[in-house]
Structures are given as structure tokens and as C-alpha cells.
């Protein structure tokens, strides 16, 4: 699973109060912010997206150009870029 960073500025009284709370569980902000985070959207379904039908079929000539070996990985992309 991918995953994002976020970064949250808080009021100081608020930190506090935040800060105490994952204290009281053993928690830091982190977990305990992200255990709040996951309680209120765990009722909520995620969208899915369909992909457009060019954007398809761009993804499935991607998919097939990597399994027919006409790929190359990219270990450095100052190499790559000079190498063009």
C-alpha cells in the first residue's frame, strides 16, 4: 500500500490537549492521530474510478510492453537522462 505523509499545525492548546490523550493510551500523536483518522473513515466507503478508455489502453500496452521484456529499469534517473 502506498503511502502519503501529511503534516498538521495545531493551536497550541489543542497539541496539548491532542498530546495528552495519546499519552493516556500509550500512544504517540502520530499513531494516535492516524487511529482517529482511521476510526471516522472506516464506516465510509472509498470511491473507485473507472479509467477512461484511452487511458486504458495506454495502461494495458504499458502492462504488456513490461511482460514481453521491451522494458528497461530505471536504477538512476541521472543516468537514464544523460543516456538520452
Known sequence: MNSMQVKVTLPAPLY????????RFGLTMSAYLKYLIFEDAKDTAIPEFTMSPTTEKVAIDALKQFRSGKTKRVRSLDKFINSL
Not at 490537549?17 to 495519546?22: G, N, Q, S
Open 16 to 23: 496539548d490537549y491532542v498530546r495528552t490523550k495519546a499519552q
